[in-house]
């Protein structure tokens, strides 16, 4: 029978079914919550380690006319994202442990070279149902992180498979921000964004049966923006510390318009009126934290940090009061959950966070010699997928090797050595590719 999901607050916010796992397991420690399980078990993968040799925006160990030994990367974006997302959503009412849970493995599934090497990764994999880091995601939590192994659910006699992390249902839902196959997004067929491969589909019908249709649930809401939040506020400080960024350039009406065309059609619909993107930017230069010099000496980095705060204390409690307003209009700190309620975004925050995306984006990441190495890094992963099709099972990993091996066709065994790819770091991925591609390795 379909499950029913609460559509009004309730004082007991999460119950069986939301605690229940793909396979069913007993805890060996009497004492902790099923969410405080998830967030362990999270927190002690592998595939989280593995982010922190992952690009966030520029690759590790890049430098800059101000080098940063110490830039940011998937892992620690995963970490700021997290400590957003706890406090606002338990703030909200949410389980502040199923929360972190979320943040912390939403990008697990992202491969070497951030998004660009996203986008390469679907290019190899056209063929088998194309890639999308979240729909990896799902697969890497339910799946590939060797942590559990049981029988089918639907053949409990067979040999056990991996189940990967067996989180509860409430925590893989919480990390799914497109609830929908490729091709199934609720408004635009065409979007390349999905969250699920269609062999996968089987944990993900039970992740989501009986939830609201191409809805994502209250925690997965708290998340995204979270994730926006924090990558868009960081993005931008590090583009300061770096020395991309010069803060002067944001009153220049050239250059304003210039960050403008780069927020319509990537971080803001297409019709949105500049108008509204300038008088956002303007609301943020006004602040007294605002950062509007940097000279990277000590107060001047307290600064930058106190503005990093305030931004984010800006974004978070827009967000908590505008959906206090809507879902408990009497202030009665009624807990906000799963399908009980809607994060509310007020426009001129999301307006706001969407111009500190478009200024990362315009004056660190469209420079000339990013794009150089983006280039560089789609043929590394586009003659790797072919070095490894040409050769497997060498070149992949014992794990990769025997799935390989059990897989009966093709298109099977092409899944396999694009899971290999994605589980690499940016570095691994590099050798890797020299190791198959150099003198000697053909």
Request: one cysteine or more; charged letters at 25%.
């Amino acid at each position: 029978m379909a499950r029913t999901f609460r559509s009004e607050p309730d004082a007991v916010p999460y119950d069986s079914a939301d605690t229940a796992r793909w396979a069913v397991e007993a805890d060996k420690r009497p004492g902790r919550t099923a969410f405080q399980r998830d967030r362990a078990r999270v927190l002690h993968s592998a595939a989280l380690r593995r982010l922190a040799g992952k690009t966030q925006v520029v690759a590790p160990g890049s430098r800059g006319p101000a080098w940063d030994p110490s830039p940011r990367t998937r892992l620690t974006h995963s970490l700021e994202c997290a400590q957003v997302g706890r406090e606002l959503g338990a703030a909200l009412g949410c389980d502040p442990d199923l929360v972190e849970t979320a943040c912390l493995s939403h990008d697990m599934g992202h491969p070497p070279f951030g998004h660009n090497g996203e986008q390469a990764l679907n290019e190899v994999a056209a063929d088998c149902g194309g890639f999308e880091g979240n729909a990896q995601s799902l697969r890497l939590l339910t799946r590939i992180e060797p942590k559990r192994f049981a029988p089918p659910p639907d053949a409990p006699g067979a040999p056990e498979v991996s189940v990967g992390l067996n989180l509860t249902r409430a925590a893989l839902d919480a990390a799914t921000k497109y609830p929908w196959p490729l091709g199934g997004h609720p408004t635009d067929p065409a979007s390349p964004k999905f969250g699920v491969y269609e062999d996968d589909r089987p944990v993900f019908d039970w992740v989501r049966a009986g939830a609201p249709a191409d809805r994502t649930c209250f925690e997965a809401q708290v998340m995204d923006w979270s994730d926006d939040v924090a990558y868009s506020v960081h993005d931008l400080e590090d583009g300061l510390h770096a020395g991309h960024i010069d803060p002067n350039v944001l009153h220049s009406a050239p250059e304003r318009r210039d960050v403008f065309d780069v927020a319509v059609g990537r971080y803001v619909p297409a019709d949105t009126d500049p108008a509204e993107l300038a008088a956002a930017l303007d609301r943020l230069l006004d602040q007294d934290w605002w950062p509007h010099g940097y000279d990277g000496s000590a107060s001047s980095q307290a600064g930058l940090k106190d503005a990093t705060s305030q931004l984010i204390g800006r974004f978070c409690l827009a967000a908590e009061h505008a959906t206090r307003a809507r879902w408990d209009p009497g202030h009665t700190g009624a807990r906000l959950t799963r399908y009980a309620a809607q994060l509310v975004v007020p426009r001129e925050a999301a307006l706001e966070c969407a111009v500190l995306k478009a200024v990362a984006d315009r004056y660190v990441m469209q420079r000339a010699e990013q794009e150089r190495i983006r280039a560089e890094q789609r043929v590394v992963v586009a003659e790797l997928a072919e070095a490894l099709t040409r050769r497997a099972p060498y070149g992949l990993d014992p794990q990769f090797r025997a799935l390989f091996d059990a897989e009966p066709d093709d298109r099977a065994r092409k899944r396999v050595i694009v899971d290999q790819i994605a589980s690499l770091t940016d570095a691994s991925a590099s050798a890797l590719h020299a190791r198959l591609t150099g003198p000697g390795g053909h």
